[in-house]
């Protein structure tokens, strides 16, 4: 119809081009439009037939339906009931409940272990005895159920006593279907046995009985009214059965048409299939032949990166012991300043004790940048390490089970555009052969309905010859009859069949319906793929292609880091430019100081009193000071004392008589350490240990210092490592990136867009449309058409029978002539 009126469009746009030069040169091309114009308002009054046509077609099918019960809940259970006759077709088969772990109908879980049902001493010993043995429940079909949570024992699917419908319950509703057919069947057969009885009997009654045919009209002849009333009938049967023939020409149209788009839709189906196969096979191939070499790519490009497993805890670390080892150092090595002391660098120990100032802040430092390199370094560790693992996981390790599984797909999808090219082949040699017949197809549906006509003409023509001078040739009435009885009975017995036809294919349809919901019914475990097909799905999960082709699909997560900001540590920096710039100025070490408590150590060893007058006295020397017996001549005590241990001893006699206490008992001194016995040798001891002290620390901080950069250099030596490393990682990972997603992952990409079949969708919804829209409301009408047309028939068979005797006898007078009779 869209097709037409887009023609009549264009033959206006024409006629509004036409000038009248045009007029003037060819008249007749205005002829030509307006001809043009009535054969187009033609087609689009056929078009709208047909559609008047199609949607009446489509009301008698919903009647049959509903008239037939036709629920939902209906054709579910007939669909329950042919499954349960089909299993029982192969029951020996289909009730075998354990199988070998092996087999390939073994019923398992998605890890690959069998399903069982709990052992318990609910169990039945079959299912005890088989586990026990290794055997496997048998997958779920149409005798066994699927094992639900809380089963106990495994159910049947139709031979339990609680089961829906029973092998019982399918036979009755098998027959009750039948029956269902049956009744559209049985008044044509019914018709079809009375016409042919009826056909017998009549002319056994014409012609052993003479009674029948104009055998024996009424010897007074017959008024106009009786010789013209079978006529009138005649006409008003006659346009009935002219009107269902139309009608089913129209149908027939249609229903010719209907094949074609069939053939058409299955065509273009398969094409598509056999276009979307090759858009498939083609990732396919070039993932097979990537693969292995993006595997080997990944490989290279990630060698030597395992310090990435390490994250950011090395650096950590690295800082940690540096913190530790040089944080809050002091001189000598441990000693702790004495707050509560007189002096400075008192140590608790009343010792000497000088601080590392540069040292007081490490720790802080330290924190700093530990807390930098947390955050600006660590989340950007975490992600190249993961994408290292998942490149490995999801590529490296499988790239070989990737290539062997992908190849097989390949050849499938080779052996598929086979046998779909040889389909499309045999479909293509059908449509042919069809396009072939198609003529005398339409000849053959509307053949019985010629034959109704050619009654109808034969007997229309014999009643004109009835009606005029020529009434010998009326006696074709007979032939036409006698075809009529023919015809009645070819007509009722094929409409049965016919409509027997539509009614099951109307079935077909709703059952069509209902398997298009969920193909698991008809299809079982292939119904997925149609499923998904059907649903716009991919098809890549379908397949359990997910966890081979994950690197492509999101199990890669490339990163996206800003390697400048990330390796940013200018906290750590800052740092290690402040401890290599330290110096022994860090040490809170003053070496007048030192010089003066050499003085004021020697001025107490060498005073003079009238009751303290210490030896030997010295003098000490900054020299000697680890060994002061040198500086006062002796030879070295054995065992050796400590140089305090050696300046107590020497100097303990001295006690009692250098006091301080009066000018006679020698100078005043005082104790460093607070509440201590304050003797002098005690304080000769405590002063001298603070000379050992200061020249510890003055011999210790230049290696001191030197360690503390050597420390803090190889803390910078190892962030510079760690730099170049995720520099390089991430060049590498991003080259890696590259090469995927130019290659792999784009192939993925295709074969994933690729994965969508949802044409199959609407192959089938156009499919349907022509074999449930158009083919059987069409084929149900022209049986119900021909049907009728077999009723219309019966009363013109009867009107030929009497108006043959009526038209042949003479006006209102006496019987007809002898030789007026059909011998």
Known sequence: MKR?????????????????????????????????????????????????????????????????????????????????????????????????????????????????????????????????????EVKPNCYWAPIEDGDTSRARVYADPDSTMDKKGAEAKLKEWATGVIGFIIPGVVLAILSLLTMIFFFICRCCCGRCGGRSPREEGYTCMQKFLPLLFFVLFTIGIVGVSAAAFVYRGTMIGAVGDIFNATTGTLDNVSVWVVEIRTPLEEI????????????????????????????????????????NRTLPEGCAIDTSASQDNTATDGGFCAPCQACTTISSEMDKASKQIETNAKPGVQQLNTVRQQLNEQLVSISQSVRDGVNTQVGTANDLIKMVDDVNGDVGDYDTKFEGYRDQLGYAVMGLFALALVVVVVGFVGILFGLTPLKALANIMHFAYFFGFIALFLTFIISAIVLAVGVVLGDVCEVT?????????????????????????????????????????????????????????????????????????????????????????????????TSCNPSPSGPYTKANVEQPWVDNSQPAPSPEPTPREYIEALYKSYDSTCTGATSANGLKFTCRKPGATCSFSYFMGESFEVLVDMAGVKAGMSTFITQ????????????????????????????????????????????????????????????????????????????LMLFLAGVFLIPVNVCLIIGVKRLKAHGNGHIMDNEMKFQ
Not at 17 to 40: C, H, K, M, P, Y
Not at 63 to 85: E, S
Not at 94 to 121: H, I, M, Q, W
């Open 4 to 136: 037409s009126s887009r023609q009549s469009l264009d033959v206006i746009s024409k006629l509004r081009g036409v000038n009248a030069v045009t007029f003037a040169q060819d008249g007749r091309q205005l002829e030509i439009a307006v001809s043009s114009i009535s054969a187009n308002r033609r087609l689009d009054a056929s078009s709208d037939a047909t559609t008047q046509a199609t949607k009446v077609g489509a009301s008698v099918r919903k009647a049959i339906k509903q008239l037939r019960g036709g629920t939902p809940k209906f054709y579910n259970d007939l669909i329950t009931a042919v499954k349960i006759t089909m299993c029982e077709q192969d029951l020996e088969k289909n009730e075998v409940r354990f199988v070998s772990s092996s087999d390939d109908n073994a019923y398992k879980d998605d890890d690959g272990n069998c399903v069982k049902l709990p052992t318990s001493t609910l169990s039945d010993d079959d299912a005890t005895q088989a586990y026990a043995q290794g055997q496997c």
């Open 288 to 327: 097979r032949d990537k693969v292995l070499s993006s595997a080997d790519l990944v490989t290279d490009k990630l060698k030597d990166t395992s310090f990435i497993e390490d994250g950011v805890d090395g650096l950590e670390l690295k800082l940690d012991t540096f913190s530790d080892n040089s944080a």
């Open 513 to 609: 319906t209902i398997f298009s919901a969920n193909w698991t019914v008809p299809l079982g475990d292939s119904a997925k793929v149609v499923d998904a097909c059907f649903n716009n799905e991919s098809l890549i999960d379908t397949f359990n292609l997910s966890s081979k082709l994950e690197f492509a699909r999101g199990g890669v997560q490339f990163p996206d880091i800003d390697i400048t900001s990330m390796l940013d540590f200018s906290e750590l920096d800052t740092f290690s430019s402040t401890i290599l710039a330290t110096d022994e100025s860090t040490f809170t070490f003053d070496d007048s100081k030192y010089d003066d408590a050499f003085t004021a150590l020697n001025k107490y060893a060498a005073q003079t009193s």
């Open 708 to 783: 503390l950069h050597t420390n803090v250099t190889d803390v910078t030596a190892y962030t510079d490592t760690f730099k170049s490393n995720i520099s390089t990682l991430n060049t590498a990972v991003n080259n890696i990136k590259d090469d995927l997603q130019s290659s792999l992952i784009a192939y993925v990409g295709d074969f994933e867009d690729a994965m969508h079949c949802y044409f199959l969708r609407d192959g089938y919804d156009q499919i349907f449309e022509a074999l449930c829209g158009k083919l059987m409301p069409s084929l149900t009408m022209i049986a």
